[in-house]
């Protein structure tokens, strides 16, 4: 008799090949072509049941009646998480990223699009970069001043940053003591923190409360787009050869994304947190990245820190798509400190 565990590995090996194929083909994968094409050691029926039940658990998708099933992006996650033995490169993939990085540059900003233009042939997606940065911009303190009738301004004192004297108009409450005090309230609660930790916080019940903190947070975001200046990005037309594209107002978005900073701005405070190459998935993270998965890694520098990273869909290479990220951030960073020496 099937034990839970064993049944729940089995499904875990059934959506590994899902992954696997669709990932391959862009097809929904159908449970006959999942026996042909793995040996799972069980029957067709099994192979249904299995795959209902990932539906039910939102694992994978059936686009529409009839067709096989897609991965979720939970499943997608799932996946990377639990099933991918490694996520390092095969030697011969490893020769062809460092075989391109032979007579490297050691100018930086020469050496980052040697670094974009590795990625995207080696992955097939859009590679992008970013110059070097130093540390991350948090939040010292917050003072909300009384300016006159529904007007305040709102100094925010930063670290990584000059200080913002932002002039708020509209709001519902004219007490200067409960928008000196919601000033304090900002500093004692938020002081350290960078805007994705700020974003995390509840929102307040007062108007007035949220009006204000959402001031603080577009700020904050906006000096992260422009500290991290602009984004250098190569294999568009890989971007544009993907089935999941083939609509432009999904490759313009894509575009957007990259142009006004606003990828890097929301996932950069992540991912320079993360210890190894930090993976986004579809809409999980935010809706900026509905159809869209990204890899992010971050080099260290002389001149401070940056991110090298692809964007593609969620239908990616994983394995493959972290192992070169990783790989190429190492290299950047190691050229960059051998030409600093």
């Not at 034990?3 to 059934?14: G, L, N, P």
């Amino acid at each position: 008799m099937t034990t839970k565990e064993e049944a729940s590995d089995r499904r875990k090996a059934v959506l590994g090949a899902i992954v696997e194929d669709y990932v391959a083909s862009c097809i929904p994968v159908a449970s006959g072509r999942l026996l042909e094409r793995h040996d799972l050691g069980v029957s067709s029926a099994t192979v249904r049941k299995d795959m209902a039940r990932l539906e039910d658990e939102g694992l994978v998708i059936q686009p529409h009646l009839s067709a096989g099933r897609i991965p979720s992006h939970s499943g997608y996650r799932l996946f990377v998480e639990q099933l991918l033995p490694s996520t390092d490169l095969r030697g011969p993939e490893k020769w062809t990223i460092r075989s391109a990085f032979r007579v490297a540059p050691f100018d930086v900003e020469e050496l980052l699009q040697l670094a974009t233009a590795v990625l995207a042939n080696f992955l097939g997606n859009v590679a992008f970069v970013t110059l070097p940065a130093s540390g991350t911009v948090t939040l010292r303190s917050c003072a909300v001043i009384p300016h006159e009738p529904g007007v305040v301004r709102m100094v925010a004192e930063l670290h990584g940053a000059p200080p913002q004297d932002c002039i708020i108009n509209g709001l519902a409450t004219d007490e200067p003591e409960k928008l000196e005090m919601y000033g304090r309230e900002i500093s004692d609660l938020l002081a350290g923190k960078n805007v994705s930790e700020i974003e995390e916080f509840p929102a307040p019940r007062a108007r007035f409360k949220c009006e204000i903190l959402l001031v603080l947070v577009s700020t904050m975001r906006e000096i992260e787009r422009r500290r991290y200046g602009d984004v250098h990005y190569v294999g568009l037309g890989n971007m544009i050869r993907q089935p999941e594209f083939h609509e432009v107002s999904l490759v313009q978005r894509g575009i957007e994304l990259l142009e006004d900073g606003g990828l890097v701005a929301i996932l950069g405070p992540d991912a320079e947190s993360a210890e190894d190459v930090a993976v986004y998935i579809g809409d999980e993270t935010t809706e900026l990245l509905m159809d869209y998965s990204a890899v992010m890694g971050t080099y260290e520098s002389v001149h401070g820190r940056g991110f090298i990273g692809v964007l593609g869909p969620a239908r990616m290479t994983y394995r493959k798509t972290i192992g070169a990220v990783r790989q190429v951030t190492e290299t950047v960073a190691g050229v960059a400190a051998a030409g600093a020496a």
